[in-house]
């Protein structure tokens, strides 16, 4: 092996250990498993834990994450020994880390590494995780303003492409039509496709709507019965009872989420519940389009999501547009969808909206 040859592998291997921890710090397990060979491992016998393949990593990486209040690890270059297609090497870690139970903790270790030259480049074989230091004491710091930093950014970040096909599996498990689209131009024709011509529609109000165009398609382009444009028509002091009837059950409803989780579930948040009841069921069939920004691992951070991230955006907007605070007053929650070809959720890979 040349001199450049050495200098890279190792300049590789650098990369794959700070992408591990870029990957655990922003609470991306799908990408953390892919670091690891198919047959890869990593064992903590201090904890004990003994993950082997790539599903178990997935598995169980994601049952930690969702024990965390917060998690911090700094990872320090270590040694690399070059042999060949292999290598060993070992790397120096500092964590701090609370769970939701109240255990906490700093603690110092080491994880010795053995590096497998891949197709795809340099991948783990195997992570021992070896402590070296624990102190147990309660931490004094915390999370600024109660919230986890890291979190609160990964909101905005778009999901990874096997993170999305993840999802689309887990919401076809659970009832949903799911499919992966590039980006919202992509969406707005499909909805098309979708929504036959001459259909009653009724529109969520949604940033993802709006941005994409088609809130204007179905809204205004004369190819739908629209039903918001008859909404707003309506006098709300003595027409309550028939804008009612018209949001909730309309033929198709066309919205977006304010989460998707990796278990397959969708987050709609509202403060006036207006639009809920036609997501919910009343209406005949309902096309969610989604941002790849949106998806999260589980309930509990999708609850989050909405309140630290999409409400703070919705709150600025409501000020700016109608100049009143926004709210959480409504939370729905879909787990499934029991009627075969009602919901379709259309997942992109780009982020759009809030």
Do not use: C
């Amino acid at each position: 092996m040349n001199d450049f040859q050495a200098i890279a592998d190792r300049v590789e291997i650098e990369a794959l250990r700070g992408e591990f921890t870029d990957a655990a710090m922003m609470r991306d397990r799908p990408r953390l498993a892919a670091l690891f060979t198919p047959d890869g491992a990593l064992r903590m016998p201090n904890i004990p834990v003994e993950q082997v393949g790539r599903e178990a990593i997935l598995a169980g990486g994601e049952r930690l994450q969702r024990q965390w209040d917060f998690f911090v690890q700094t990872t320090h270059p270590g040694t690399i020994l070059l042999d060949g297609d292999t290598a060993t090497g070992r790397a120096y870690i500092q964590e701090l880390v609370r769970t939701l139970d109240g255990r906490q903790g700093l603690n110092y270790a080491v994880y010795h590494d053995r590096y497998q030259r891949t197709a795809a480049g340099w991948r783990f074989a195997e992570r021992v995780y070896e402590v070296r230091y624990l102190d147990t004491s309660p931490l004094a710091g915390a999370a600024p303003d109660g919230t986890d930093p890291v979190q609160a950014a990964s909101f905005a970040v778009p999901a990874s492409a096997e993170r999305l096909a993840g999802v689309a599996a887990a919401l076809r498990a659970n009832g949903f039509a799911a499919e992966i689209l590039d980006d919202a131009a992509a969406a707005r024709a499909r909805v098309k496709d979708l929504i036959p011509e001459g259909a009653s529609v009724f529109t969520g109000a949604s940033e993802t709507l709006r941005l994409s165009g088609i809130d204007e398609d179905i809204n205004t382009g004369g190819r739908y019965d629209a039903i918001r444009p008859r909404v707003l028509a309506i006098d709300r002091a003595t027409g309550a009872d028939e804008i009612r009837r018209l949001v909730a059950s309309p033929e198709f409803v066309v919205n977006s989420v304010a989460a998707v989780t990796e278990t397959g579930s969708l987050v709609l948040a509202s403060g006036s519940g207006s639009q809920l009841p036609a997501n919910a069921g009343g209406a005949a069939h309902t096309v969610w389009i989604v941002g790849a920004q949106k998806v999260v691992p589980d309930l509990s951070t999708a609850l989050s999501r909405v309140e630290e991230h999409a409400l703070p955006l919705e709150n600025a907007r409501a000020q700016a547009v109608y100049g009143t605070p926004s709210a959480i007053n409504r939370l729905l929650i879909l787990n499934a969808e029991t009627r075969p070809g009602r919901g379709t959720v259309l997942l992109l890979r780009e982020a759009i909206g809030y």
